[in-house]
């Protein structure tokens, strides 16, 4: 069963702070991952990819994988009113072709000014 | 932008009629995919195209159809529209299927069945 998991929110943030996103995905095969941007009334837009364990850092956003806790989240520093949206994990699954992408359902962020 | 475009932006039918979505791309990538988007259930994957005439199904595939005719497009048909598919629709492209390709995404068809 593919399953990836988020917290739904509304996630309310103040301006400047730093936004914590968090995922979990129930196949431990799983080898890539996906955070993408949807605001509302939008087409989902990628702002972050990992493939290995550890944090990669692009801009205000770093994303932070650890395969064992099956655990994978999204840092936004400086918070903007412009990041309000929802944010969308997505994950391959191991042994999956082209229908191997399965998302959650998002979480929505506010960013408070 | 990924050059991606869907037609109809917006559409409102009836139940019981034909309804085509159609996605068009210059990006020459191979995969295409529809999807549609609901509250509570998230982006699911409904077909999706891997070449010229070649297609698969995949998690909600039952009372859509697909063609892909041309590399550039990619057709999504609901033989007899039903309000339950009602939704937002997403087509998106890739340029492989490898685990770690990324999709991009049209901007999407609102479509109201009622």
């Known amino acids: 069963q593919k399953e990836v998991e988020q917290n739904s929110g509304p996630l309310s943030v103040p301006e400047g702070a730093i936004a914590s996103l968090n995922c979990t995905y129930s196949?431990?095969?799983?080898?890539?991952f996906f955070w993408y941007r949807q605001y509302s009334g939008k087409s989902p837009e990628l702002i972050m990819s990992?493939?290995?364990?550890g944090d990669k850092e692009d801009g205000r956003f770093t994303a932070q994988l650890n395969k064992a806790s099956q655990y994978v989240s999204l840092l936004i520093r400086d918070s903007q009113p412009s990041d309000s949206a929802t944010y969308l994990c997505?994950?391959?699954?191991?042994?999956?072709?082209?229908?191997?992408?399965?998302f959650g359902k998002g979480t929505h962020l506010i960013i408070q000014p | 932008d990924a050059g991606i475009t869907q037609s109809p932006r917006h559409k409102v039918t009836e139940t019981g009629t034909p309804v085509t979505l159609r996605c068009h791309q210059t990006?020459?990538?191979?995969?295409m995919y529809w999807y549609r988007q609901d509250p509570g259930h998230g982006l699911r994957l409904i077909h999706y195209?891997?070449?010229?005439?070649?297609?698969d199904k995949g998690e909600v595939s039952d009372g859509y159809s697909v063609s892909r005719s041309k590399t550039e497009d990619f057709l999504l048909t609901l033989e007899s529209a039903t309000s339950s598919q009602t939704s937002v629709y997403f087509c998106?492209?890739?340029?492989?299927?490898?685990?770690?390709?990324?999709?991009?995404f049209g901007p999407g068809t609102r479509l109201l069945v009622l």
């Open positions: 997505a994950v391959t699954y191991s042994g999956g072709g082209a229908d191997g992408l399965t």
């Open positions: 990992i493939y290995s364990n």
């Open positions: 195209s891997y070449g010229v005439k070649d297609t």
């Open positions: 196949d431990r095969g799983s080898q890539s």
């Open positions: 998106a492209i890739s340029e492989s299927w490898t685990t770690q390709e990324t999709q991009y």
């Open positions: 990006e020459n990538h191979r995969y």
